[in-house]
């Protein structure tokens, strides 16, 4: 059964960088069907795509935080990570990882079970 | 990009069927088959419940199913049972390799 786990600070100051990993077991990140995603979800409140990676590399980014994101993959950890810079409070949220199916904004159909990050000084 | 326009609650009784719509335009909803309904119970991940429009992953009940008319997509849920009580979310291909949610439906069943 693939898993997928965030793992990252849980708080974060103003204007510093927000950094998560995201471990995937009990399958291959290295697969070609795939796409692993970022997802947020601030408190109370809808989701968020952040964006995606392929495990050669590529990346896709919603428009309105591209500026501040970066994704990348170390498939010899099986590993994808998110650097979300200058944060400020509007970036408090659950942040999920999750994989998506045949390509970058398709469907989702198994998530981590998310952790919340907080930025606050 | 603002959010697909979904109704922020919905009801029902057990037993019966309830609908939530999800609402976009020709760029988005409209213009792709790539809509996803999500359920999320609170303090969980979403679950993913239909993609591309009206297709059920393995082990989602046949009590949930999804259409679309136009710019405005819609999820089914019948026979209510306590455990469908929580938020559905939607979301759509929106083009320019980006993806959109809805703003979510608190589904409560009576």
């Known amino acids: 059964q693939l898993q997928l786990q965030e793992s990252g600070p849980g708080l974060v100051k103003p204007s510093e960088t927000l950094s998560l990993t995201c471990t995937v077991s009990g399958g291959s990140i290295s697969s070609s069907d795939y796409y692993w995603g970022w997802i947020r979800q601030p408190p109370g409140k809808g989701l968020e795509w952040i964006g995606a990676?392929?495990?050669?590399?590529?990346?896709y980014y919603n428009p309105s935080l591209k500026s501040r994101v970066i994704i990348s993959v170390d498939t010899s950890k099986s590993q994808f990570s998110l650097k979300l810079s200058s944060v400020a409070a509007s970036d408090t949220a659950v942040y999920y990882c999750?994989?998506?199916?045949?390509?970058?904004?398709?469907?989702?159909?198994?998530w981590g079970q998310g952790t919340l990050v907080t930025v606050s000084s | 990009q603002s959010a697909l326009t979904q109704p922020p609650s919905a009801s029902g009784s057990p037993g019966q069927s309830v609908t939530i719509s999800c609402t976009g335009t020709?760029?988005?909803?409209?213009?792709?088959?790539?809509v996803s309904w999500y359920q999320q119970h609170p303090g969980k991940a979403p679950k993913l419940m239909i993609f591309?429009?009206?297709k059920r992953p393995s082990g989602v009940p046949d009590r949930f199913s999804g259409s679309k008319s136009g710019n405005t997509a819609s999820l089914t849920v019948s026979g209510l049972q306590a455990d469908d009580e929580a938020d559905y979310y939607c979301?759509?291909?929106?083009?320019?390799?980006?993806?959109?949610f809805g703003g979510g439906t608190k589904l409560t069943v009576l």
């Open positions: 979301s759509s291909y929106v083009g320019r390799s980006n993806l959109l």
């Open positions: 020709s760029s988005d909803v409209g213009g792709y088959g790539y």
């Open positions: 999750a994989r998506h199916v045949a390509y970058s904004t398709s469907h989702a159909d198994y």
């Open positions: 591309e429009v009206s």
């Open positions: 990676i392929y495990y050669r590399g590529t990346t």
